[in-house]
C-alpha cells in the first residue's frame, strides 16, 4: 500500500493544531504545573465554567476521535471488548476504555493523567451516562452530573432551564470550587462568555459561506475543524476568537476568487453537487471517505454534526448577561437533544437555504442518539424538499465497519440519481 | 381458582395482539380512553385517575411478523422499536388514544419523534424522568413534569384529574405493588411454587387489564399456588438482570428454568414495581410521586447512579434478600442501556464472589438450545462449584 501524501493544510488548520497540541500538553503535565483536569463532552460542554476553575479540558470523544484518526481505536476497541463490553455499543466508549487499558497515551506521546473529576454534562445522548459510570468505575474519582431534558415536545420549557440552572448552582459550581480550591466569580464568566459569542458570530459566518456557489467550505468534512476550538477546550479562549479571525480571512480570499474548499489534496475545483449531510463522519478513514466525494465533484453544503455541539446557526449566543441560564440554553439546544421532527425542519431548512440536491445520511453503527429513526428523517426528508436522499453505513471509529467499496458504491449511485433526477427536471421544463 | 384457570386467562391476554381486553375495556362506557406507554416507567396512577386505561406496549414478542418496522430502523437497532412501529401501522394500536414514551435509552426516546410523525392524531409525549435524585433540584423539576403530564393526559381524555381520583389511583397501585412484591417474595422462597414464566405472564396481563381486577387476579393466583402442591428440584437459584425493555420470548423464559434455574428475581416488566414503597396517601400527591421515585425506586440501567459505591448496590441486595446463587445477565441485543452497565454490574457480582453468565436476545429469538446449554451448564456448574 503507498503511503498518503501529506495532506494540504491552511493557516487556521495550521493554527489549530498548535492549539490542540498545546492542550494535550497542558494537561499531560497537570502534575508539574498543578492545574486540576476536568474530563467532561462535547454537547453540552461547560468549558467558560471550567475555565473559571483554572482547570483543563479533557474530552474523551476527542481522544476517541483523534485515536480514530491515527488508526489506533481499532486496537483500543478489541481491547475493551476483551474485558467483558459489548460489540453492540458505542465505539467512543471502547475506544476511551480500550485506550485507558494501553497506558492511556495521549497524543502528544506523553500518558494522560487521571482526571481531577468527571463532568457529566448529560445532554442529547443516552450513553454519556453509561460512559461517565464506567469512567468513574476505572479512575475512582469524584463526578458531578448536569442532567439536560431532553426536548421531547420540540421546545425548551421554564422548568428544564430552571433544572439546569440549579443543577449548576447547586452541584456543579460547589463541586468545582472544592475540587478547584477557587471560588467562582461570575465576572470572569460573564467575560469568557462574551468572548465566546464573538467566536460564536464568527462560526456561523463560516458556515454560512456554504451559501455561495461555489461553495468556499465543505461543511462536514472542513466544518469539522472549523467548529474544532468552539466545541472543545477553546470556547471562551482568546485565541479561539483569534483562530476565527484567521479563518474567516482565508475563507473571505476563497469567496473573492471565487474558489472552492481546501481538500487535503488542495483546492476543490469542480463542485457538481452540493450535498446535505446528517450523522457524524467516519474517522478512521475520514480522508478515504472525503476523497470519495471531492472526487465526484461533491460538497457539503450543511451538515447536521456541525451543530452537535451547539446550535449556533439558529441563533443561540451564550449570553453574558444571563451567563447560567445560557448555559442551560446552549445544553437543552444540542442537535441530538432536539426531537426527530425538529430534526427533520432543520434538514429541510438547510435543503432549501443552501440550495442543495439533496441529503445524504451517514448512519453511525454505534450511535443510537443520531441514528434510530434516520430513515424515517431521509424519507420525510425528500417527500417536503422533492430532493433524492441516500443513506449509508459506517461507523465512529470502529474500522472493521468502514466498507469502502460499499459506501463509494453507493456514494456514486447516489450523485448518478441527483444527475437523472436533474435531467428529469430539465426535460420536462 | 387454579393456577392453571388463571394462567390461561394470562397467556390468552398476552397472545392477543389486537389488545382486544383493552379494546372491550374502552367500548364498555363511553368517555373510556386507553393511553399506551413503552417501557420502563410511567405513573400510572396519573392515567387511571383519568379514568382511562394504561397499557403497556412491550412490542409485538415474537408471534408478529414484522413488515414495515424494519423499513424504519437498521440492522443495529434493538427489535422493540420497529415491532411497536409494526403495531401502529397495522392498526392494532388505532384505539389508543395517547402514547408516552419514558426515558428509557435513545431509541425510544427517538421513537416518540417518529410517532408523532407517522402518528399525528394521537397525543405523543416524551416522559422525562430525573437523573438528579435531590429532592429541591430533581424532585422540583420532576413535580413540574409530572403537572405537565397530568395536564397533557387531561387534555387528552377530557377528564379532570381531581385529588380524589388520583388519590384512589395511588392507593389502587399501591396495593398493586404490594401484591406482586408479595408475589415475587413467595417465589423467592418457594420457587417451585411459582414458576416464573407463570408469574412474567401475571405481569403482561397487568399491563393491559385495570388495576383492581389485576389486583383481584394476583390475590387469587398467589391463593392458588400457595395450596398447591408442586415437585422442588435440586434446581440453582438464579437472579435474571438487563430484560427491562424489550422482553424475551416467552419459551426463552421456560428455557431457563428448564434448563435447571429457578429464577428468584428478574427485572421483566418493570413499570408495577419501579417504586418499592408506598406512595403516601396525604398532602400534596404530585410531590408524593416524584419523592418515592426519587427515594424509593429500583436501580435499573436507565436510572443514573450518583455515588460510585452505590452502584449495582440493587441487584446485590436482590441477590442476598432471594438467596440466588448465580447471575444471568439477558439483554437484548443492541441494549445500550443493559450491555454499557453490563460489565460493571458483572464486576459487582464477581467481586462478591457471585457468578454470573450473559447471553443476548431479540424478542423473537427463536433458537432456545444454545440457551438451554448455557443456562443448563450454568446450573450445573453453580451445583458443583459453588
Redesign the interface.
Known amino acids: 500500500m503507498s503511503a498518503e501524501k501529506e495532506a494540504v493544510k491552511d493557516e487556521s488548520m495550521l493554527l489549530q493544531k498548535a492549539m490542540i497540541s498545546r492542550n494535550y500538553d497542558a494537561i499531560t503535565s497537570k502534575h508539574e504545573t498543578g492545574r486540576k483536569v476536568v474530563s467532561t463532552f462535547v454537547p453540552g460542554n461547560l468549558n467558560e465554567l471550567v475555565m473559571c476553575f483554572d482547570m483543563l479540558n479533557n474530552l474523551p470523544e476527542i481522544n476517541a476521535i483523534q485515536a480514530g484518526m491515527r488508526k489506533l481505536s481499532g486496537g483500543y476497541i478489541m481491547e475493551a471488548e476483551k474485558?467483558?463490553?459489548?460489540e453492540?455499543?458505542?465505539t467512543y466508549?471502547k475506544a476511551d476504555i480500550g485506550q485507558m487499558a494501553r497506558g492511556n497515551i495521549a497524543p502528544n506521546g506523553k500518558p494522560f493523567p487521571d482526571p481531577d473529576i468527571l463532568l457529566?454534562s448529560?445532554t442529547g445522548?443516552?450513553?454519556f451516562?453509561?460512559?461517565f459510570?464506567?469512567l468513574?468505575?476505572q479512575y475512582?474519582c469524584p463526578?458531578v452530573?448536569v442532567?439536560v431534558?431532553?426536548q421531547?415536545?420540540g421546545h425548551t420549557?421554564q422548568?428544564?432551564r430552571?433544572?439546569i440552572v440549579?443543577?449548576l448552582k447547586?452541584?456543579v459550581i460547589p463541586t468545582f470550587e472544592r475540587i478547584s480550591g477557587k471560588k467562582f466569580d461570575i465576572d470572569l464568566l460573564r467575560e469568557l462568555m462574551t468572548r465566546s459569542a464573538k467566536a460564536e458570530d464568527d462560526l456561523v459566518w463560516v458556515i454560512e459561506t456554504a451559501k455561495h456557489k461555489p461553495s468556499p467550505i465543505d461543511a462536514y468534512f472542513g466544518a469539522v475543524y472549523y467548529v474544532g476550538p468552539i466545541f472543545s477546550a477553546f470556547r471562551g479562549t482568546q485565541e479561539a476568537v483569534d483562530y476565527y479571525k484567521v479563518l474567516k480571512k482565508e475563507i473571505q480570499y476563497r469567496i473573492d476568487n471565487k474558489m472552492g474548499p481546501i481538500t487535503p489534496e488542495g483546492e476543490m475545483k469542480e463542485q457538481k453537487y452540493r450535498i446535505v449531510v446528517e450523522g457524524p463522519p467516519n474517522w478512521t478513514n475520514y480522508r478515504e471517505f472525503w476523497k470519495m466525494f471531492y472526487d465526484e465533484g461533491a460538497v457539503v453544503v450543511a451538515s447536521s454534526y456541525s451543530k452537535v455541539g451547539g446550535t449556533y446557526d439558529m441563533g443561540f449566543r451564550h449570553d453574558p448577561k444571563n451567563p447560567l441560564e445560557s448555559l442551560a440554553d446552549y445544553c437543552l439546544g444540542c442537535y441530538?437533544n432536539r426531537?426527530?421532527?425538529?430534526?427533520?425542519d432543520i434538514l429541510e431548512k438547510y435543503i432549501n437555504d443552501y440550495e442543495a440536491d439533496g441529503l445524504l445520511t451517514n448512519?453511525i453503527?454505534?450511535c443510537?442518539?443520531f441514528?434510530?429513526?434516520?430513515?424515517?428523517m431521509m424519507r420525510?426528508v425528500e417527500k417536503r424538499t422533492g430532493k433524492p436522499g441516500a443513506f449509508i453505513?459506517t461507523d465512529l471509529v470502529d474500522p472493521r465497519y468502514f466498507s469502502a467499496a460499499n459506501v463509494k458504491n453507493r456514494l456514486e449511485s447516489y450523485f448518478q440519481m441527483i444527475e437523472q433526477k436533474r435531467r428529469g427536471v430539465k426535460s420536462a421544463a | 381458582m387454579g393456577t392453571q384457570e388463571i394462567v390461561a386467562k394470562c397467556q390468552a391476554i398476552f397472545d392477543d395482539l389486537n389488545f382486544t381486553v383493552a379494546r372491550e375495556w374502552k367500548a364498555a362506557k363511553p368517555g373510556r380512553k386507553v393511553i399506551g406507554f413503552m417501557p420502563v416507567y410511567v405513573p400510572m396512577e396519573l392515567i387511571h385517575a383519568a379514568n382511562a386505561l394504561p397499557l403497556g406496549i412491550m412490542g409485538g414478542g415474537d408471534s408478529m411478523e414484522v413488515i414495515h418496522g424494519d423499513a424504519y430502523y437498521q440492522s443495529y437497532i434493538c427489535r422493540i422499536p420497529r415491532s411497536t412501529i409494526e403495531l401502529g401501522v397495522t392498526g392494532r394500536l388505532d384505539f389508543v388514544d395517547m402514547m408516552l414514551f419514558p426515558f428509557v435509552c435513545d431509541v425510544i426516546r427517538n421513537l416518540s419523534g417518529i410517532w408523532k410523525m407517522m402518528f399525528p392524531n394521537v397525543v405523543s409525549r416524551f416522559f422525562d424522568t430525573p437523573q438528579n435524585f435531590d429532592e429541591k433540584i430533581g424532585g422540583t423539576y420532576y413535580e413540574h413534569e409530572l403537572l405537565e403530564l397530568k395536564e397533557a393526559i387531561e387534555q387528552a381524555t377530557g377528564n379532570k384529574i381531581t385529588d380524589e381520583a388520583l388519590r384512589n389511583s395511588i392507593k389502587l397501585y399501591n396495593e398493586n405493588r404490594k401484591l406482586i412484591w408479595s408475589l415475587y417474595d413467595s417465589r423467592a422462597k418457594e420457587p417451585w411454587k411459582f414458576p416464573t414464566w407463570e408469574i412474567y405472564l401475571l405481569m403482561r396481563a397487568g399491563l393491559q387489564i385495570p388495576v383492581d381486577e389485576h389486583n383481584q387476579m394476583l390475590k387469587d393466583y398467589i391463593a392458588a399456588a400457595h395450596a398447591e402442591d408442586k415437585p422442588k428440584r435440586d434446581n440453582s437459584r438464579i437472579v435474571l438482570n438487563g430484560s427491562f425493555c424489550e422482553q424475551p420470548p416467552l419459551n426463552l423464559i421456560k428455557s431457563i428454568e428448564m434448563a435447571g434455574c429457578y429464577v428468584v428475581d428478574d427485572d421483566y416488566v418493570l413499570v408495577n414495581r419501579f417504586l418499592t414503597e408506598d406512595v403516601p396517601l396525604e398532602g400534596d400527591l404530585l410531590k408524593n410521586l416524584s419523592t418515592t421515585y426519587l427515594k424509593h425506586s429500583v436501580e435499573t440501567s436507565c436510572k443514573y447512579v450518583p455515588k460510585e459505591e452505590d452502584k449495582g448496590k440493587y441487584l446485590l441486595n436482590r441477590i442476598s434478600q432471594c438467596q440466588a446463587e448465580g447471575v444471568i445477565f439477558a439483554a437484548p441485543s443492541f441494549c445500550d442501556p443493559a450491555l454499557l452497565d453490563r460489565p460493571m454490574l458483572s464486576h459487582r457480582v464477581s467481586e462478591n464472589n457471585i457468578p454470573s453468565i450473559s447471553f443476548k436476545y431479540a424478542e423473537n429469538s427463536g433458537q432456545m438450545q444454545p440457551i438451554r446449554e448455557q443456562a443448563g451448564t450454568f446450573a450445573d456448574s453453580i451445583k458443583l462449584w459453588s
Open positions: 474485558g467483558g463490553h459489548s453492540d455499543v458505542c466508549v457529566l448529560y445522548c443516552y450513553t451516562m453509561k460512559w459510570e464506567l468513574r468505575e475512582k463526578t452530573m442532567h431534558p431532553y421531547g415536545d420549557t422548568n428544564m430552571d433544572y440549579k443543577q447547586e452541584e441530538t426531537n426527530l421532527p425538529t430534526r427533520v448512519s453503527k454505534s443510537n442518539s441514528s434510530a429513526g434516520q430513515l424515517m420525510e453505513e
